[in-house]
């Protein structure tokens, strides 16, 4: 499953311990965890502490391209290898661009490379259903295009928060927060930065009606005065995130 991207467990923090059937002795010179030791029927083998999580990278990767998220589609196997092109669509390539965490599909093209003798042939019908590139993936040495994806990096949720002046703020769980009546807040919307320009729409929700308010960024963040809290303040607001990238709108 490619490099570790987060370990947790003992020093990174605390994982739930689960029963297993094996208990694995590693020695650290297996090529794989099926090749350590094993003993001992099923049992809890962690104790609180010791438990340890992983989250492993797919082993899928864009190349060639200017960032992570563009460039000819490849998978491992064994061995890295290009996809073939033949039969994609961009439902297909949308599935790809989700499975890399790359946001949406931008474009989808093929470039022609007679110095590649081996690909991947996925089956299309296998990977809609569900299963990953990688379970979808056949060997095959015909000649075919290779497939060139174009994909968005992951737009990062904005964070929304509030701030008095004049009065107090008092947040309590479940994302609550109380302000004076009468007193003036801000709710703010930010994002980490990513792509140039971008805007913010907060967007406010009572029992009797929904309002929208629009506002360009500055640092990468907006924010939206209310100059005396009421009654009518009483709802829930939300923060979306807009941006124009790649000659595609995103949010």
Known sequence: C?????????????VKASKWTKEFQCEGTESSLLGCRNRGPVRNTCS?????GLTC???????????RCEGLLEVKLGTWRPVNASN?????????CRELDCGSVVSM????????KLFWEI??????SGSSLRESASSSSKFYSILELVCTDLLVQPTISVSTKGGVTRTIPQGLAGVLLGSSFTI?????????????QLFFTSANTTQSYSQPHINHSAHFLFPEAGPNHFGNYSCVYNVHVFFHNFS
């Open 2 to 14: 490619g490099p570790p991207l987060v370990i947790q467990g003992a020093l990174y923090g605390e």
């Open 48 to 52: 609180p502490g010791k438990a340890v």
């Open 57 to 67: 990278s797919e082993p899928v990767r864009l190349v060639g391209g200017a960032s």
């Open 88 to 96: 994609w669509t961009m439902k297909e390539a949308a599935l790809a």
């Open 109 to 116: 093209g093929t470039r022609n490379n007679t110095s590649v």
């Open 123 to 128: 089956n299309l019908n296998l990977f809609k």
């Open 188 to 200: 703010i919307c930010s994002i980490q930065p990513q792509y140039p320009g971008g805007s913010f």
